[in-house]
């Protein structure tokens, strides 16, 4: 049948109109438009290096094609070796960059840096007349101990005055820190450099790649694809960068770094969050979302504490330290998040592996189907080992795809090897036969191949613009990203302090594929294979890294009122091993309470009272014990049952709930419900009749004092309660408290916030003094920082406990201890911590110190 010739127009006119419309799409998605009213200069810092050379100028070079009157600037320190300069490239590179490029050599003083402001821009004059907008753009290509340096002279010698049309930004390449407290050091150093947040552009140039930069896109084009992201459809999540090379020439860098630093606390930890974050509400999302919502999703993850979550290992040959993985694998959760809980999600990365593949996928279990069904973002890696021939998103039948801006449809026999010498020796990525998926497909090979194109143009995007996707980085998800995997660091770092020979990281052979054993519940495990070599002591070396020694130490009796028998049990380790071990303590009597419930009268459970601090100096302590019952059963059904939680002390503050987020509020119980309550299973869950803080109806004066009233109240109530159906007696089982740089613990600051025979009763006198009860189990306390008021513990309630924990972590609590090596002049003078270790006596009173802390001359 003859089609009519309208209709073939028609089908010719869309032939013609739709590459165009997809080509527009694509370059509005990657940020190739501007206004004509901005002009550019970029001044490449690190011109010369390795960075700027394969990729840098490159990326340049095409998008001024795009771009006539961008003007590009190379910044050297020294001398250009002009022969030597992109000597490798092809010649076409090297002719346009002596033509196009100004060269600026010597840059080392003021006058070199006013030198470079004084170069005059293009202004093209705006359509309308209006005075041009002028971005002054500083790349520094160069070490990160040298961005405070630079931009500080920078600013100094290229003033942008208020309502002036020309800006100063700047571009930073990773790392940006080693770990959060760097990361934070290196944002205030920028900071007192002069620049601001919006000035700054940190480049993650994985989020530049064509199939990781439509994917918010393929997304929102795909609703019912969307319905089913979420833990009731999804069994699990698989995120991968294996590589096929070994370290090669950046030994002198990766040992520094290792493969979580280098590629696990950033690029892949952004591809996951690609596909776990939530949509934008609406379109155009508001300026901050992408920020903002990365970092909501980075804050909702399960701390990665528990040793069965986290496998580290290096290759056979590999020539740096014993304790710099090149391999590491992760079970994470995101527990925060009702849409993910319970979902496992493995990530892992590592050198010199089978083949190189970049990949996410999901694998869904849904209701209406009888067979599983996956999504694979398959970011690019080696075709014959993969099977795949380019980066794509592949979809099975039931997840029912369709194309987006960015991504057109690709026929499966363009997909992988489907055919050939090449494909009968490949194991696809792809779990079903080709025709059981649609395939989906970026942009141009070119754009593929050098990522940086992308990260230029949308460098060079307009400010009011306000894009669904951004390979730069903010502050707040690079900071949340770093606390995520802060703890793996320091497990791995614990693994140094054996011996070479004892190392707890795995050998693994050249050519490794990552065959690990993993559960739903996130743990992983090494397989049984003979190539995976162990340390020599194993699991027993492993596990005496990781623990804390523990000894009898005596104090001066100048500082314990005369005692010559001030004798306690000092741990000393790092923080995580002594969080740990001070975990696995709590816990464990937690649970032999719950299996003795048994043989308790009345029919009543057994009833164990843990009080927590609410500063920083518990929180991975309490991270811990949630992460432990994730993996203990036993544990969980004793939490929920057994376990009474109490805070040791209390500010007196009034948070609104319609002004302040729970992670702004100043409560120390709300630290305790971020750090332990919101990341139990559900199993563990405790009743609320079990959790037990104090409640202020106002925050001054009177409300405190009623609540102090209140609060001894509830825990003289249970305490005696619980003693008189038990031959327990009536005392808190732990108590877990922080010590302060002053000394001070439990918001206790001041001798005379003791009970007063605490201060001056012989320890023998004083111990029998607790067997006949505390007056008040709690009270109003001042505090000489805001907020002044304070709820806190009474001294005779704390030292009555059957077991008491001082936690000294960071090296400010250094402080903490000299106080003790200081002579005193009177009782009142020695630390409050000090007196309440006197009270509760070796037997009970346990110190927990940073091994990093000296402690040797006051013992």
């Given at each position: 049948?003859?089609?009519?010739?309208?209709l073939?127009l028609?089908?010719?006119?869309?032939?013609?109109?739709l590459?165009?419309?997809?080509?527009?799409?694509?370059?509005?998605a990657?940020?190739?438009?501007?206004?004509?009213?901005?002009?550019?200069?970029?001044f490449i810092?690190?011109?010369?290096?390795?960075?700027?050379?394969?990729?840098l100028?490159?990326?340049?070079?095409?998008?001024?094609?795009e771009?006539?009157?961008l003007?590009l600037?190379?910044?050297?320190?020294?001398?250009?070796?002009?022969?030597r300069?992109?000597?490798?490239?092809?010649?076409?590179?090297?002719?346009?960059?002596?033509?196009k490029?100004?060269?600026?050599?010597?840059?080392?003083d003021?006058?070199?840096?006013?030198r470079?402001c004084?170069?005059?821009?293009d202004?093209?004059?705006?359509?309308?007349?209006a005075?041009s907008?002028?971005?002054r753009?500083?790349?520094?290509?160069?070490?990160?101990r040298?961005y405070?340096?630079v931009a500080?002279?920078?600013?100094?010698?290229?003033?942008?005055?208020?309502?002036?049309?020309t800006s100063?930004e700047?571009?930073?390449e990773k790392?940006?820190?080693?770990?959060?407290?760097?990361?934070?050091?290196?944002?205030?150093?920028?900071?007192?450099?002069?620049?601001?947040e919006?000035?700054?552009?940190?480049?993650?140039h994985?989020?530049?790649?064509?199939?990781?930069?439509s994917?918010?896109?393929f997304?929102?084009a795909?609703?019912?694809?969307?319905?089913l992201?979420?833990?009731?459809?999804v069994t699990?999540?698989?995120?991968?960068?294996?590589e096929?090379?070994g370290v090669e020439?950046?030994?002198?860098?990766?040992?520094?770094?290792?493969?979580?630093r280098?590629v696990?606390?950033?690029?892949?930890?952004?591809m996951?969050?690609?596909?776990?974050?939530?949509?934008?509400?609406?379109?155009?999302?508001?300026?901050?979302?992408l920020e903002?919502e990365?970092?909501r999703?980075?804050?909702?993850y399960?701390?990665?504490?528990?040793?069965?979550h986290?496998l580290?290992?290096r290759?056979?040959?590999?020539?740096?330290?014993?304790a710099?993985?090149?391999?590491?694998?992760?079970?994470?959760?995101?527990?925060?998040s009702?849409?993910w809980?319970?979902?496992?999600?493995?990530?892992?990365?590592?050198?010199?592996?089978?083949f190189?593949?970049s990949?996410?996928?999901?694998?869904?279990?849904?209701?209406t189907?009888r067979?599983?069904?996956?999504?694979?973002?398959?970011?690019?890696?080696?075709?014959?080992?993969?099977?795949?021939?380019?980066p794509?998103?592949?979809?099975?039948?039931?997840?029912?795809?369709?194309?987006?801006?960015?991504?057109?449809?690709?026929?499966s026999?363009?997909?992988?090897?489907?055919?050939?010498?090449?494909?009968?020796?490949?194991?696809?990525?792809?779990r079903?036969?080709t025709?059981?998926?649609?395939?989906?497909s970026?942009?141009?090979?070119?754009?593929?191949?050098?990522?940086?194109?992308?990260?230029?143009?949308?460098?060079?995007r307009?400010?009011s613009e306000?894009?669904?996707n951004?390979?730069?980085?903010g502050?707040?998800?690079?900071?949340?990203?770093?606390?995520?995997w802060?703890?793996?660091?320091?497990a791995?770092?614990?693994?140094?302090?054996?011996?070479?020979?004892d190392?707890?990281?795995r050998?693994?052979?050249?050519?490794?594929l990552?065959?690990?054993i993993?559960?739903?519940?996130?743990?992983l495990?090494?397989?049984?294979?003979?190539?995976?070599?162990?340390?020599?002591?194993k699991?027993t070396q492993?596990?005496?890294?990781?623990?804390?020694?523990?000894?009898l130490?005596r104090?001066?009796?100048?500082v314990?009122?005369g005692?010559s028998?001030?004798?306690?049990?000092l741990h000393?380790?790092?923080?995580?091993?002594?969080?740990?071990?001070?975990?696995?303590?709590?816990?464990?009597?937690?649970?032999?309470?719950?299996i003795?419930?048994?043989?308790?009268?009345?029919?009543?459970?057994?009833q164990?009272?843990l009080?927590?601090?609410?500063?920083?100096?518990?929180?991975?302590?309490?991270q811990?014990?949630?992460?432990?019952?994730?993996?203990?059963?036993t544990?969980?059904?004793?939490?929920?049952t057994?376990?009474h939680i109490?805070?040791?002390d209390?500010?007196?503050?009034?948070?609104?709930?319609?002004?302040?987020?729970?992670?702004?509020?100043?409560?120390n119980?709300a630290?305790?419900?971020?750090?332990f309550l919101q990341q139990?299973?559900?199993?563990?869950?405790?009743?609320l009749?079990?959790?037990?803080?104090?409640?202020?109806?106002?925050?001054?004066v009177?409300?405190?004092?009623a609540?102090?009233?209140?609060?001894a109240s509830?825990?003289?109530?249970w305490?005696n309660?619980?003693s008189?159906?038990s031959a327990?007696p009536?005392?808190?089982?732990?108590?877990?408290?922080?010590?302060?740089t002053?000394g001070?613990?439990?918001?206790?600051?001041?001798?005379?916030?003791?009970?007063k025979?605490?201060?001056?009763?012989?320890?023998?006198?004083?111990?029998?003094?607790?067997?006949?009860?505390?007056?008040?189990?709690?009270?109003?306390?001042?505090?000489?920082?805001a907020?002044f008021?304070?709820?806190?513990?009474?001294?005779c309630?704390i030292?009555?406990s059957?077991?008491?924990?001082?936690?000294?972590v960071?090296?400010?609590k250094?402080?903490?201890?000299?106080?003790i090596?200081?002579?005193r002049?009177?009782e009142l003078?020695?630390?409050?911590?000090?007196h309440l270790?006197?009270?509760?006596?070796?037997?009970?009173?346990r110190?927990?110190?940073?091994h990093?802390?000296?402690?040797?001359?006051?013992?």
């Amino acid at each position: 049948m003859k089609q009519p010739c309208w209709l073939l127009l028609w089908q010719l006119a869309l032939a013609l109109l739709l590459p165009l419309l997809h080509a527009s799409m694509c370059a509005a998605a990657s940020g190739s438009a501007a206004p004509a009213s901005a002009s550019h200069q970029v001044f490449i810092f690190g011109c010369t290096g390795d960075l700027a050379q394969r990729y840098l100028w490159p990326a340049f070079r095409l998008v001024q094609l795009e771009r006539p009157s961008l003007q590009l600037h190379c910044v050297t320190r020294g001398s250009l070796n002009a022969d030597r300069f992109l000597a490798g490239a092809e010649p076409e590179l090297r002719d346009w960059f002596f033509e196009k490029v100004k060269l600026h050599q010597g840059v080392r003083d003021r006058a070199g840096y006013e030198r470079l402001c004084s170069q005059d821009p293009d202004e093209s004059p705006a359509p309308d007349g209006a005075i041009s907008s002028r971005r002054r753009i500083f790349y520094l290509s160069i070490p990160p101990r040298s961005y405070a340096d630079v931009a500080r002279a920078v600013q100094l010698a290229c003033p942008h005055p208020a309502g002036s049309p020309t800006s100063n930004e700047f571009v930073l390449e990773k790392p940006f820190g080693s770990d959060a407290e760097s990361a934070e050091s290196l944002a205030a150093e920028l900071a007192e450099a002069g620049v601001s947040e919006a000035q700054l552009h940190r480049v993650d140039h994985y989020l530049a790649k064509p199939v990781l930069a439509s994917l918010l896109q393929f997304r929102q084009a795909n609703p019912h694809l969307e319905s089913l992201l979420s833990s009731a459809h999804v069994t699990r999540v698989e995120a991968a960068i294996w590589e096929s090379l070994g370290v090669e020439d950046r030994l002198a860098f990766y040992d520094s770094e290792g493969v979580i630093r280098d590629v696990m606390q950033n690029h892949l930890t952004e591809m996951l969050s690609l596909l776990l974050m939530d949509l934008p509400p609406s379109e155009p999302p508001p300026p901050d979302w992408l920020e903002s919502e990365k970092s909501r999703l980075l804050a909702a993850y399960c701390p990665l504490l528990g040793e069965r979550h986290l496998l580290a290992g290096r290759y056979a040959g590999f020539g740096g330290s014993s304790a710099t993985p090149t391999f590491a694998a992760a079970g994470l959760t995101v527990c925060r998040s009702a849409r993910w809980q319970s979902v496992p999600i493995f990530a892992s990365a590592g050198k010199r592996l089978a083949f190189k593949a970049s990949f996410i996928r999901l694998r869904f279990q849904l209701a209406t189907e009888r067979t599983e069904d996956e999504l694979l973002v398959f970011v690019g890696g080696d075709a014959k080992a993969t099977g795949l021939a380019r980066p794509l998103i592949a979809c099975s039948s039931g997840l029912r795809c369709r194309p987006s801006a960015g991504l057109s449809v690709l026929p499966s026999n363009e997909a992988g090897l489907s055919s050939g010498e090449d494909a009968a020796e490949t194991e696809s990525l792809l779990r079903f036969p080709t025709d059981r998926y649609a395939f989906f497909s970026a942009v141009s090979e070119q754009e593929s191949q050098n990522s940086y194109v992308a990260v230029v143009r949308q460098l060079l995007r307009s400010s009011s613009e306000s894009p669904i996707n951004s390979c730069f980085v903010g502050l707040p998800s690079l900071l949340a990203s770093w606390r995520l995997w802060d703890p793996a660091l320091a497990a791995v770092a614990d693994l140094a302090e054996l011996d070479d020979e004892d190392s707890g990281l795995r050998v693994y052979p050249s050519k490794w594929l990552p065959d690990l054993i993993a559960n739903q519940r996130g743990q992983l495990q090494w397989p049984a294979s003979p190539k995976i070599e162990s340390p020599s002591s194993k699991a027993t070396q492993t596990t005496k890294a990781l623990q804390s020694t523990a000894n009898l130490i005596r104090l001066d009796p100048a500082v314990c009122n005369g005692a010559s028998d001030c004798e306690f049990l000092l741990h000393r380790g790092s923080p995580l091993s002594l969080s740990r071990q001070l975990a696995f303590r709590i816990a464990s009597k937690v649970k032999e309470a719950f299996i003795a419930s048994t043989a308790t009268v009345y029919g009543q459970k057994n009833q164990f009272h843990l009080a927590l601090p609410g500063g920083q100096s518990a929180q991975m302590l309490m991270q811990f014990l949630a992460a432990l019952s994730r993996d203990d059963d036993t544990l969980a059904n004793a939490f929920a049952t057994t376990l009474h939680i109490w805070v040791t002390d209390e500010r007196c503050v009034h948070d609104d709930p319609g002004s302040v987020t729970q992670n702004e509020s100043q409560l120390n119980s709300a630290v305790i419900d971020r750090n332990f309550l919101q990341q139990l299973p559900s199993a563990a869950r405790l009743p609320l009749h079990h959790l037990h803080f104090p409640r202020l109806l106002t925050a001054d004066v009177a409300g405190c004092r009623a609540a102090a009233d209140a609060y001894a109240s509830e825990v003289d109530n249970w305490l005696n309660f619980r003693s008189n159906i038990s031959a327990l007696p009536p005392s808190f089982d732990f108590v877990v408290l922080g010590v302060g740089t002053d000394g001070h613990a439990a918001s206790l600051f001041s001798p005379h916030d003791l009970d007063k025979w605490d201060r001056s009763m012989p320890i023998s006198s004083a111990e029998d003094q607790l067997s006949q009860g505390c007056e008040q189990s709690a009270r109003v306390t001042n505090s000489p920082k805001a907020p002044f008021l304070r709820i806190s513990l009474s001294s005779c309630r704390i030292a009555s406990s059957s077991e008491v924990a001082f936690i000294l972590v960071s090296k400010a609590k250094q402080a903490a201890i000299d106080l003790i090596a200081k002579p005193r002049e009177t009782e009142l003078k020695t630390p409050i911590y000090v007196h309440l270790l006197r009270l509760v006596g070796k037997k009970r009173g346990r110190l927990w110190v940073d091994h990093s802390l000296d402690f040797n001359n006051i013992v």
